[in-house]
Each structure stands twice: as structure tokens, then as C-alpha cells.
């Protein structure tokens, strides 16, 4: 329990920006994110979800695809388990003319304030057998995720087949307030207090 006076919550504010991406063979794609965080977390500003615009590839660079999607959120907490992850999921049209997924993706919010860049290996959900490989070609819809927050999740997601499809990489800014008066250390130079052990732990264990 917190003394009197002292903050009964920490705030961690995050800003940046989704990047880009890269899809061989893959082009005209663009991105949906939203925030997985655990119970004792709660939003107090910013977008916990959004959509980017169509972006193709440009010829300087002509395997990746810019976005520069920004994201900003604010959380409160009581308790670092089920710190927030961002899930990222990438749609383009297929040879139908059809919006796809082209990629599903998570990482978790950086612990450490500061500037911060990641880059998430994206995978695609895969039909388990030929007929239903047949019948996803020919009708033009292919296998997804009805909630893609099921992405962090963890949970029942080892039974899904998934191939590996493309990189997006993000841009974090973290900033913390009043974790060290709760008695968590997240600084650089606290690599190995005890109190930053937990806070890992507990962010892992979600």
C-alpha cells in the first residue's frame, strides 16, 4: 500500500511511429495496430488503435514499403504484469482484387524510456489442408484471425499453422513517471536489481 502522499499508479507514455515494412513479391499494402495490455492497465490519452494509408514501394528503396504511421498512448498501472504490447497487422489486395492479411506481428512496448527501434518478423495463418488451400484460392479468402489481438495472446495460438511473411519495423519513444517511487527500477543502470528482474518477469509471464 502506498504512503501518504506517494502515487498509488505509474504512468508510461509511448509515441513513435510504425515505420515501414518489407513483403517481397507484395505491394500497395498498409497497416492496422492496437494496443494488448493486462487488467490493471488502463488508457488515460491517446489512440489505442488506428489505420494507416495505402502506401506502394518507392523506387529508392524499392523493397520497402514507408508508412510512417504514428502511434501515441498514455497507460496507468498499478502493476508492470501485462505490460502493453503493440499488434500490427498488414493487408493488401490479392490477384481478385481483395483485401488480405499479409502479415500478423507483436512486440512489447520497450521497458526502458528512451528512443527505441523493432522490428517484428510478421507471419501469416496458414490453411491446414489442400482442400481448404483450394478453396481459399479460388474464392479469394484466405485464412485470418477473427480478433488479431489473439496475436499476443499466446493462448490457442499454438494450434494454428502460421508461415513467416515479412518484417515491420517501429519506432518507439517511452517515457516513464513514478515507477521508481512504486519501487520498480527500469534504468539502464539497474540491470540487475532485483526489482527490474520482476518487472520482466511479469511483462513475459502475459
Known sequence: MAAAGS???FLVAVSGQIESGQFPGFD???????????????PTAGLEEGISQITSKS??????????FPIDI?????NPSGWPQIVVSVYGPDFFGNDVVRGYGAVHVPIMPGRHMRTIPMFVPESTSRLQKFTSW?????????DPRVVAQGEGREVTRVRSQGFVTISFNVVTKD????????????MQNHSLVSVTEGIHNY
Open 179 to 190: 515507477m521508481k517511487k512504486l519501487g520498480y527500477e527500469v534504468t539502464p543502470s539497474d
Open 138 to 146: 479460388f474464392t479469394g479468402r484466405r485464412p485470418e484471425f477473427t
Open 28 to 42: 500497395d499494402l498498409y497497416c492496422k495496430f492496437c494496443f494488448v495490455y493486462g487488467q490493471d492497465w488502463v
Open 7 to 9: 502515487p498509488d499508479v
Open 59 to 68: 523506387d529508392a528503396a524499392n523493397s520497402t514499403l514507408v508508412w510512417n
Open 74 to 78: 498514455t497507460f496507468k498501472s498499478t
